[in-house]
C-alpha cells in the first residue's frame, strides 16, 4: 500500500540569514504580500505566507550549518527549494522510501510545526560534481 502525501508547502530560499540583513528579509516577505497577494501568517527567522485558497510557501534565508533543516549550501551553485509534504503515517512513507532506494534522515519527532518531520533526497535529481 502506498502512503499517500495529504498536504504540500514550498520553502524558497530568499536571503542570506548569516548576513544579518533583517531589513532586507522584511522586504522579500513584503513582496510576496503586496504584489504576489499572499497573506503573511507568522514570521520567527522563516515566514508562513498562504493565498486565500489556503495553498502555502516559506520564505527561509540561506543557511551554512549543515545540521540545520533549512541547510541551502552554495544555492548560486545548486539552487534547489525545500519542498514539505504531510503524510498520515510517517513512518510509512520512510519505509516506502528506504525501499525505493532513495536517501531518508531519520525522523524528528517535534519539528516544523511541531509535526515529525524528515528529509529525503529526490533520486533523480542531480547534483553537482
Given at each position: 500500500?502506498?502512503?499517500?502525501v495529504t498536504k504540500l508547502v514550498v520553502g524558497i530560499p530568499v536571503v542570506k540569514?548569516?548576513?544579518?540583513?533583517?531589513?532586507?528579509?522584511?522586504?522579500?516577505?513584503?513582496?510576496?504580500?503586496?504584489v504576489l497577494g499572499f497573506k503573511i501568517e507568522w514570521v520567527m527567522g522563516i515566514a508562513s505566507l498562504k493565498l486565500e485558497n489556503?495553498?502555502?510557501?516559506?520564505?527561509?534565508?540561506?543557511?551554512?550549518?549543515?545540521?540545520?533543516?533549512?541547510?541551502?549550501?552554495?544555492?548560486?551553485?545548486?539552487?534547489?527549494?525545500?519542498?514539505?509534504?504531510?503524510?498520515?503515517?510517517?513512518?510509512?512513507?520512510?519505509?516506502?522510501?528506504?525501499?525505493?532506494?532513495?536517501?531518508?534522515?531519520?525522523?524528528?519527532?517535534?519539528?516544523?510545526?511541531?509535526?515529525?518531520?524528515?528529509?529525503?533526497?529526490?533520486?533523480?535529481?542531480?547534483?553537482?560534481?
Open positions: 500500500m502506498v502512503i499517500g540569514s548569516g548576513s544579518g540583513n533583517i531589513e532586507e528579509y522584511g522586504k522579500v516577505i513584503q513582496w510576496y504580500a503586496n489556503g495553498q502555502q510557501i516559506l520564505l527561509f534565508g540561506e543557511e551554512d550549518d549543515e545540521n540545520s533543516l533549512w541547510y541551502t549550501g552554495d544555492i548560486k551553485r545548486n539552487p534547489h527549494y525545500s519542498i514539505q509534504f504531510s503524510t498520515d503515517n510517517i513512518e510509512e512513507l520512510r519505509s516506502d522510501l528506504i525501499k525505493s532506494g532513495v536517501a531518508v534522515g531519520e525522523i524528528i519527532t517535534n519539528g516544523g510545526g511541531g509535526e515529525p518531520i524528515m528529509m529525503f533526497c529526490d533520486p533523480y535529481v542531480k547534483t553537482p560534481q
